[in-house]
């Protein structure tokens, strides 16, 4: 297929596209610089351009089969107000300016596969949440549902729009992983708050695969929640976590207004959470290669790493 990709130099990005290329995939990659861009391998090509103006840009998006939007500022930052507009505009703009180029667009069926997040059911407790959970409330919550119906609006097109709400993303060399990691480093693996909320990831492998799985499988539309299926509450995730790094975890739990001053509002994010299930992928056949959070630690930080 002929895919077209905003975002895609970030971390989930990165591995996506090798994803992608090895299935033979043609890629053209929206930026907005090529100064910072990393080599692509062959099959893959750089378009520069802002998703979040419109643009000649636009009038390459209706060439491909599938679109793929992945872009947004990160929001692992403190979370001051002019940050949060970033984060906000950075996703609902630019997915605004990708269904507009979609209007003219040349390719009869079409596939929108747009980011999302599992901050749309905001925070919960113990309740599982399958795709029909529903929204929440909060910054988050708000921007998220406000990001997925800008998506949507590709349907009234006749575009195939899929909204893959992501945990957690874990990889190496970036995202969440890399943010965490130091905080159990100074506190010598302790859990964060009272360690009870939920903590759903997923693999940075397994995303990647979701993907192509996603393309396959056109009856698939709407939510899908990409999670591996082993959520685990943060004193478990701790305690695995500094078993792997080879840590002991006996200090008392990181209090939360100490993640607070650290980390501002975004801080929210660790001490809350919610136990989100794939239930579309595993119902539909996905196979993960990494369902628990042991398996995955000790691919991505074990010793032999
Ligand atoms: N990583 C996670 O754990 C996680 C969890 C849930 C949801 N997500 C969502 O998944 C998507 C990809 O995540 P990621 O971790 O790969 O993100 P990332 O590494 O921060 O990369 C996102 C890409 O978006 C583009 N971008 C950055 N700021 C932008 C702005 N102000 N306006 C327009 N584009 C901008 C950049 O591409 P250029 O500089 O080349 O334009 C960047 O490479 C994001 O939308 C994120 O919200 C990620």
Redesign the pocket.
């Known amino acids: 297929m002929k895919l077209f990709i ?9 591995s996506l596209i090798t994803r992608l290329i090895q299935d033979g995939h043609e890629i053209t ?5 090529l100064k ?2 990393p080599p692509l391998p062959g099959g893959a090509s750089y378009l520069e351009g ?3 103006t419109e643009g000649p840009w636009q009038k390459r998006v209706g060439e491909h089969d599938g679109i793929i ?8 930052r403190r979370w001051t107000d002019s940050e949060k507009k ?2 906000r ?3 609902i ?2 997915t605004k300016n990708i269904v507009k180029a979609l209007e003219a667009r040349r390719v009869d069926e079409t596939h929108l596969l747009s ?5 749309y059911y905001g925070f919960q407790e113990d309740q599982e949440l399958d795709e029909r959970g529903p929204a929440g409330s909060g910054f988050l919550a708000d921007l998220t549902r406000e990001w997925e119906s800008a998506s949507l609006a590709a349907e009234g097109l006749g575009v195939r729009v899929v909204l ?8 190496k060399g ?3 992983l890399q943010k965490i990691i130091p905080l159990f480093k100074w506190w010598l693996g302790s859990p964060l708050g009272n360690g009870k909320q939920w903590f759903s990831w ?1 693999h940075l492998q397994d995303l990647a695969n979701i993907f192509p799985f996603l393309l396959e499988h056109r009856e698939i539309s709407g939510p899908v929640n990409c999670t591996a299926p082993g959520p685990v509450r943060n004193v478990d995730m701790t305690k695995t976590l500094g078993e792997v790094l080879n840590k002991p975890t006996f200090m008392p739990a990181v209090p939360g207004f100490i993640l607070g001053t650290v980390l501002g509002e975004f801080g929210s994010m660790l001490l809350k959470g919610q136990r989100v299930l794939p239930k579309k992928l595993t119902d539909s056949g996905f196979h993960f290669s990494f369902p628990e959070i042991r398996g995955a630690l000790e691919d991505l930080v074990g010793p032999s790493r």
């Open positions: 905003t975002g895609g130099t970030g971390f989930v990005g990165g990659i929206l930026t907005r610089s910072r861009v802002d998703p979040g939007n992945l872009a947004g500022a990160s929001i692992f970033l984060i505009e950075s996703r703009l630019t980011a999302s997040a599992i901050g893959t709400r992501f945990g957690v993303v874990l990889g970036g995202g969440a997923v």
